[in-house]
């Protein structure tokens, strides 16, 4: 059985850092993304990795601020997160089993979701 989990979110203040964990779990995935969804929005591309190659892909609103890693021995991915910003609140969702030469910022891209950690960053 395949799981995708997620943890890590928390209520932070504006400024702060946050470093969030994905655990996938009955598959090697060699592409993996985060996206979030804030209240009411919809769920928008954040971040990917496709370790075979190194190449990472970001989203405008978070680069120089957001930074995907692995750990691959325990098949483990990280984003770690700076200067977080009012913003970026919103359910953090990892998405795995994406397909390397498909279009890593759509949904559509990744076989297997996490059920989300929330990140709340205050004012």
């Known amino acids: 059985q395949v799981r995708v989990v997620e943890s890590g979110g928390r209520l932070v203040q504006t400024g702060a850092s946050l470093k969030l964990s994905c655990e996938v779990f009955g598959i090697t995935s060699t592409a993996v993304g985060w996206f979030r969804q804030a209240p009411g929005l919809a769920r928008d591309f954040v971040a990917a990795?496709?370790?075979?190659?190194?190449?990472?892909f970001y989203a405008d609103s978070v680069k120089g601020r957001f930074i995907i890693s692995r750990d691959g021995a325990k098949n483990s991915v990280y984003l770690q997160m700076t200067d977080l910003k009012p913003e970026d609140t919103g359910v953090y969702f990892c998405?795995?089993?994406?397909?390397?030469?498909?279009?890593?910022?759509?949904?559509?891209?990744?076989?297997?979701w996490g059920q989300g950690t929330q990140v709340t960053v205050s004012s």
């Open positions: 990795g496709v370790w075979g190659t190194g190449r990472k």
């Open positions: 998405a795995a089993g994406g397909r390397i030469y498909s279009n890593l910022q759509r949904q559509g891209s990744y076989e297997y």
